[in-house]
């Protein structure tokens, strides 16, 4: 059965960092692409931050040098270190696991990001 849990969410101020992570269990992890998502009230959930099962990463625009992702295969890990974080970071964050082929994708429960002061 496909797992994802995602810790390390919470409260911060604006300019603070939070570490968000992904454990999977119950599918090939080195075979899929993984990424964060978020979804603030009244909004569509996004993508953040993309990590692919040959180590590529792409960034959203309004998190780029900003958030950091990454992924330890050995552990079944993806990792979302976001530094000088904004209110509009704001969010539930999701982890996602995708098949290269995409056919099949995989949902965490979601964390809640807090971002004021």
């Known amino acids: 059965q496909v797992q994802l849990v995602e810790s390390g969410g919470g409260l911060v101020q604006p300019g603070g960092s939070l570490r968000l992570s992904c454990a999977a269990s119950?599918?090939?992890?080195?075979?899929?692409?993984m990424g964060w998502y978020r979804q603030a009230p009244g909004k569509q959930r996004e993508l953040v931050a993309q990590?692919?099962?040959?180590?590529?990463?792409n960034y959203a625009d309004p998190v780029k040098g900003r958030f950091t992702i990454s992924r330890d295969n050995a552990k079944n890990t993806v990792v979302l270190q976001m530094n000088s974080l904004k209110p509009e970071d704001t969010a539930v964050y999701y982890c996602n696991a995708r098949s290269a082929s995409g056919i099949r994708s995989h949902w965490g429960q979601g964390t809640q990001v807090t971002v004021s002061s």
């Open positions: 990590v692919t099962s040959g180590g590529s990463r």
């Open positions: 119950g599918f090939i992890f080195s075979l899929y692409n």
